[in-house]
């Protein structure tokens, strides 16, 4: 595969434009509970916000309670300043990859009253995947497999970005919360030249994949979170344009993923994907050829896959 357009980034190995990205997140803090994690912000991976409860932030990969309770004065100040959610309770924050997500109480209202906020904080680190271009010089098309804040989407980012070298503006995000290009008018300046579809509520994620393939000359379709069987039917179709797919989906292993009846469209009767891209643990990786490992899970063989080790931060 030749390249179309050559990037040449900075040295630098740290995250894209951090220092910003956090200060429109601390910007959505009352004062005293802002004062409570600044400090730390630059390491913290995630914040919750339970009324009633200690603040508790994630630092490397371990839940800390802070000697702070979250007030209802911290609550109200919160959900004036969140205001609208998507259908599936998320939202983002403009021009970062922060996720926000909202929990709802069950107070008699049809809908409930918010009874806290999870802040997921995404970051774009320059050349974190650059150990997988020879994967998606061979093919850009892949499914990341991984569990719940394993960094799934942060590798997605990477590998987008990377993509959309090869394809400037034909790789396209179809992105519903943000977290990948992020959220607002103007994609974040970390992910390249990949073209960027919103979707404005994650019942409209299929429509939009269809209409990404339709009408917007993609040679890799990007989609975070695959867990629909309408979407894994239409990012299964998209393969008839001769789209390639690269995507993320929730799960242990490729064996849990494979029995997941939603997902049987990427897979049988052959599969869309050409690598499976497990995370083992954070910057670790294994790489397997999708025909392979289905082959071989069928005839109830241990599969065989490559290990990469990610660029470290």
Known sequence: MTAVLQLNPPPSSGAINEAEDLRKLLAYFPNAMRAQVEGDIGRIEEIKIRFGRKLWVLLNGRYVAYPYTIELADMQFLISKLGTFRDDNRRGIDGTGHRITRVMGSDGTDEGSPVGFTFRIG?????????????????????????????????????????????????????????????????????????????????????????????????????????????????????????????????????????????????????????????????????????????????????????VQLNRR
């Open 123 to 307: 970051r774009y680190f320059e050349k974190m995947a650059e150990p997988l271009r020879p994967f998606i010089e061979e093919s850009p098309s892949m499914l990341i497999v991984g569990e719940a804040g394993s960094g799934k989407t942060t590798l997605l980012r990477g590998t987008a970005q990377m993509a959309a070298e090869y394809f400037p503006m034909q790789a396209v995000i179809v992105d519903t919360s943000g977290d990948v290009a992020g959220d607002g008018k103007v994609p974040h300046i970390g992910i390249g030249d990949v073209d960027v579809m919103p979707v404005r509520s994650k019942s409209m994620q299929a429509v939009l994949i269809e209409e990404a393939v339709k009408n917007q000359n993609v040679r890799v379709l990007i989609v975070d979170e695959i867990n629909r069987e309408a979407e894994a039917e239409m990012i299964a179709g998209g393969m008839k344009s001769g789209a390639r797919l690269m995507g993320t989906t929730h799960g242990r292993n490729i064996s849990r993923v494979l029995e997941n009846k939603n997902l049987a469209p990427l897979f049988f009767p052959e599969p869309v994907f050409y690598w499976f891209a497990v995370i083992e643990r954070r910057g670790e990786v294994v790489m397997y050829r999708a025909n392979e490992i289905i082959e071989a899970i069928k005839s109830g063989k241990q599969p065989q896959g490559q290990v």
